[in-house]
């Protein structure tokens, strides 16, 4: 049975990084989006970046553009986009799907491990996120409208 550690995604400049490299470290993984209702969000997971990096979260943005097409941009756009508007300083991923038959594998696992509202495993829109713990599993995955300030209890958690 596959682990975390066992995926592996490409930066947003095209480097390969394996999950491997954040071992041992909480990790929130969200799919993104740059023309979204939800991309404020931005804002806040850059905050929980600040506020929760330096004791090991690892906040992991990756671009989507299958819900409303609302992620059309290169991904030197979209780095460009979240930079300029956001500060974002965690690390971006390459734009993936989420869904369907080319979703990335690491999507594939994460639904599978954590399963929506009813036990689906599609990804319903941006900004669904996933908090991995230090151990590689599956903490809890949230919902599009919860807001990423509304997840520091659940970090805390994780990082005690």
């Given at each position: ?53 330096d004791r090991g979260l690892v906040v992991l943005g990756f ?61 319903k829109w941006n900004f669904t996120k996933f908090l991995v ?28």
């Amino acid at each position: 049975m596959p682990s975390i550690y066992d995926f592996q995604a490409q930066s947003i400049d095209g480097k390969p990084v394996p999950l491997s490299k954040y071992r041992g470290q909480p990790m929130l993984i969200v799919n993104t989006a740059s023309a979204c209702g939800f991309t404020p969000q931005f804002a806040g997971l850059e905050q929980l970046h600040q506020t929760y990096g330096d004791r090991g979260l690892v906040v992991l943005g990756f671009p989507c553009n299958q819900f409303g097409s609302q992620d059309p941009g290169s991904d030197s756009e979209i780095a460009t986009f979240c930079q300029r508007n956001y500060g974002v300083s965690f690390p971006m991923m390459s734009k993936i799907e989420v869904n369907g038959a080319e979703a990335h594998p690491l999507y594939r696992w994460l639904t599978a491990e954590a399963p929506g509202l009813l036990g689906s495993k599609a990804i319903k829109w941006n900004f669904t996120k996933f908090l991995v713990g230090r151990d590689g599993r599956v903490i809890r995955r949230y919902a599009p409208q919860d807001a990423p300030q509304k997840l520091a209890g659940d970090i805390e958690a994780a990082l005690a």
